[in-house]
């Protein structure tokens, strides 16, 4: 059953595809295309690219391509530039709390993802982020309530979908209470039934409710459901049991990228594969290598041949296939200038209204001239694109004649750092811009100065979990987001140009004793 090649999503380098992606279309080794910041130049070329990869399936007689991409704002934008719309974090989103803006900006990023030959997306992010140690997930997650996190993934996937966009709901059963990274290793969620029911399970249920087009599981064990130690992505208790007997979904159950560490380590990109179908998914994702994608494809066809996949799962898996190309738009899609405005628009206004804070907020606004303080690159994670490289920071840019002084530190500032701040910015507001202060506590010194220097603003731009030790007399913002757009929109509400109407989505009481620092 050469078919079976429409079970695989697969991904490449560069901006144009190589032969031998076009090669696996034609012969049928691929029913998918994902998309990633590598493969994107500008909106015309990812036309163009859309195009020629459909193009190849169409002369060969083979079904509509699914073209997906992660696209789910913030960190994780693949579309970006001035090209594309758009996409705030979706902590942003929720600190927003506007669910009809959210709902509507999706739907005008949808109609863009299809003018743009893109038919599926790799969000919303349901995972509910109730461990501050969260390493991948973060301001990823709409945050730490499960009933929030439900009812904005609704507004989400009912957005994206209206637009003829298959929305994914990921990363099923839940990854918002690991500290390890499922990129670099094997997590385990060891708690109970009950406790996965309450909290993890609440947003995928409400996504079914909402007829969401697919679920991308997680490469997490979770013993409650399955005790012999398998990942979700491999378990048939999971992809069978739970997902279509109990939660009762019909539509697609898709693999995260089958060659994250997760899987390799333990497990190998190929057999895994085979054992992802045989367990229930019915779209297997292998996103980078020719290699470990032939790997795949030839797994699937000798687990058929040899019996490890059972024929009727194959067929099942293929139907399901088939059902949601069947649902893809076959219109030729456009967005106007006005809704392409317009959503620029509601993203700004999201931005905005996403910009919360703590502390002592009686000093805002801050008009005054201030020095800046901001760290090198953090590491980003492995489904995060790496920062654009700028001539200058955005917070800069944004403060325009408000700045006195930028002084750019290592993201692990020494003493003699910490004292060479302290005397450029004697007398003045000294704002710093923590990035990952929980995993570069160092950062925090830089925010212990005398009360008698002037104000002391801290700016948490990747995690709001940064705002948990300021000092007492410190002021504390965040945007959610480490975008320049939300850096843009920190800087509007730092001056009194907007009102600072964001509410934190992730609770900042620290559990543990307080400590001091020098």
Same mark, same amino acid.
């Given at each position: 059953m050469?078919e079976?090649g429409?079970?695989l999503?697969?991904?490449?380098?560069?901006t144009e595809?190589?032969p031998?992606?076009?090669?696996?279309i034609?012969r049928?080794?691929?029913? @998918?295309?994902?998309l990633f910041?590598r493969n994107?130049?500008?909106a015309?070329q990812?036309?163009?690219?859309?195009?020629?990869?459909?193009g190849?399936?169409?002369?060969?007689g083979?079904?509509?391509?699914?073209?997906?991409i992660?696209?789910?704002?913030g960190?994780?934008?693949?579309l970006t530039?001035s090209? +594309?719309i758009?996409?705030p974090?979706?902590?942003? $989103?929720?600190?927003?709390?506007?669910?009809d803006l959210v709902?509507?900006?999706l739907?005008l990023?949808?109609?863009?993802?299809?003018? #743009?030959?893109?038919n599926? =997306?790799?969000?919303?992010?349901?995972?509910? =982020?109730?461990?501050?140690?969260?390493?991948?997930?973060?301001?990823?997650?709409?945050?730490?309530?499960p009933?929030?996190v439900a009812r904005?993934?609704?507004h989400?996937?009912?957005?994206?979908?209206?637009a003829?966009i298959?929305?994914?709901a990921?990363? +099923?059963p839940?990854?918002?209470?690991?500290h390890?990274?499922?990129?670099?290793?094997l997590?385990?969620?060891?708690h109970?039934?009950?406790r996965?029911?309450s909290?993890e399970?609440?947003?995928?249920r409400?996504?079914?409710?909402?007829?969401v087009?697919?679920? $991308?599981?997680a490469?997490?064990?979770?013993?409650?459901?399955?005790?012999?130690?398998?990942?979700?992505t491999?378990?048939?208790r999971?992809?069978?049991?739970?997902?279509r007997?109990?939660? =009762?979904?019909?539509?697609?159950?898709?693999?995260?990228? $089958?060659?994250?560490?997760?899987?390799?380590?333990?497990?190998?990109?190929?057999?895994?594969?085979? $054992?992802?179908?045989q367990?229930?998914?019915d779209q297997?994702?292998?996103?980078?290598h020719?290699?470990?994608?032939?790997?795949?494809?030839?797994?699937?066809?000798?687990g058929?041949a040899?019996?490890?996949i059972?024929?009727?799962?194959?067929k099942?898996?293929?139907?399901r296939?088939?059902?949601?190309?069947?649902?893809?738009?076959?219109?030729?899609?456009?967005i106007?200038?006005a809704?392409?405005?317009?959503?620029?628009?509601?993203a &700004?206004?999201?931005?905005?209204?996403?910009v919360?804070?703590?502390g002592?907020?009686?000093?805002l606004?801050?008009?005054?001239t201030?020095?800046l303080?901001?760290?090198?690159d953090?590491?980003a994670t &492995?489904?995060?694109?790496?920062p654009?490289?700028r001539?200058?920071?955005?917070?800069?840019?944004?403060?325009?004649?408000?700045?006195?002084?930028?002084?750019?530190?290592? !993201?692990?500032p020494?003493p003699?750092?910490?004292?060479?701040?302290?005397?450029a910015?004697r007398?003045?507001a000294?704002?710093?811009?923590?990035?990952?202060?929980?995993?570069?506590?160092?950062?925090?010194?830089?925010?212990h100065?005398?009360?008698?220097?002037g104000?002391?603003?801290?700016?948490?731009?990747?995690?709001?979990?940064?705002l948990r !030790?300021?000092p007492?007399?410190? #002021? @504390?913002?965040?945007? +959610?987001d480490?975008?320049?757009e939300?850096?843009a929109?920190l800087?509007?509400?730092?001056?009194?140009d907007?009102?600072l109407?964001?509410?934190f989505?992730?609770?900042?009481?620290?559990?543990?004793?307080a400590?001091h620092?020098?």
């Amino acid at each position: 059953m050469q078919e079976v090649g429409q079970l695989l999503t697969i991904g490449f380098d560069g901006t144009e595809a190589p032969p031998h992606i076009f090669e696996a279309i034609r012969r049928g080794q691929a029913g @998918g295309i994902v998309l990633f910041r590598r493969n994107i130049l500008s909106a015309q070329q990812v036309g163009e690219l859309t195009r020629s990869l459909q193009g190849q399936a169409h002369e060969a007689g083979l079904p509509t391509l699914f073209i997906a991409i992660d696209q789910e704002g913030g960190t994780v934008r693949r579309l970006t530039g001035s090209d +594309f719309i758009p996409l705030p974090s979706q902590m942003a $989103m929720a600190s927003a709390n506007a669910p009809d803006l959210v709902e509507r900006l999706l739907y005008l990023a949808g109609l863009e993802m299809a003018a #743009l030959g893109i038919n599926q =997306n790799y969000a919303p992010v349901l995972d509910v =982020n109730v461990n501050p140690q969260n390493p991948v997930i973060g301001i990823r997650s709409f945050g730490e309530d499960p009933g929030d996190v439900a009812r904005l993934g609704q507004h989400y996937i009912r957005g994206l979908q209206a637009a003829g966009i298959l929305a994914t709901a990921k990363h +099923f059963p839940g990854h918002g209470d690991t500290h390890q990274d499922s990129h670099k290793t094997l997590p385990t969620v060891a708690h109970p039934r009950e406790r996965l029911e309450s909290v993890e399970l609440v947003p995928f249920r409400a996504a079914v409710a909402a007829d969401v087009s697919a679920i $991308m599981t997680a490469h997490v064990v979770f013993p409650a459901i399955e005790p012999t130690g398998l990942p979700a992505t491999l378990s048939s208790r999971v992809l069978t049991e739970l997902i279509r007997e109990e939660l =009762n979904f019909s539509g697609m159950v898709v693999t995260d990228s $089958m060659e994250m560490q997760a899987i390799t380590e333990k497990f190998g990109t190929a057999p895994g594969a085979q $054992m992802a179908v045989q367990a229930g998914a019915d779209q297997v994702l292998v996103s980078h290598h020719q290699d470990q994608q032939q790997g795949a494809y030839q797994a699937l066809l000798q687990g058929l041949a040899h019996g490890q996949i059972a024929q009727a799962r194959i067929k099942d898996a293929l139907y399901r296939v088939r059902e949601a190309k069947d649902r893809l738009s076959q219109a030729n899609l456009q967005i106007t200038e006005a809704q392409r405005k317009e959503a620029w628009t509601l993203a &700004e206004t999201l931005w905005l209204r996403a910009v919360a804070g703590t502390g002592a907020l009686k000093k805002l606004p801050i008009r005054d001239t201030l020095v800046l303080v901001t760290f090198g690159d953090t590491e980003a994670t &492995e489904a995060e694109d790496s920062p654009t490289k700028r001539q200058s920071h955005p917070l800069a840019e944004a403060l325009g004649t408000q700045l006195k002084r930028h002084l750019l530190l290592p !993201r692990d500032p020494s003493p003699s750092h910490v004292t060479e701040v302290h005397a450029a910015s004697r007398g003045h507001a000294l704002l710093v811009a923590l990035d990952r202060a929980a995993l570069h506590p160092s950062q925090l010194t830089v925010l212990h100065r005398t009360w008698t220097e002037g104000p002391t603003i801290a700016l948490a731009l990747s995690s709001p979990y940064d705002l948990r !030790r300021l000092p007492v007399d410190a #002021l @504390g913002l965040t945007a +959610f987001d480490p975008s320049p757009e939300a850096m843009a929109a920190l800087i509007t509400v730092l001056r009194g140009d907007a009102p600072l109407m964001g509410r934190f989505p992730v609770s900042l009481e620290d559990p543990r004793p307080a400590r001091h620092h020098s």
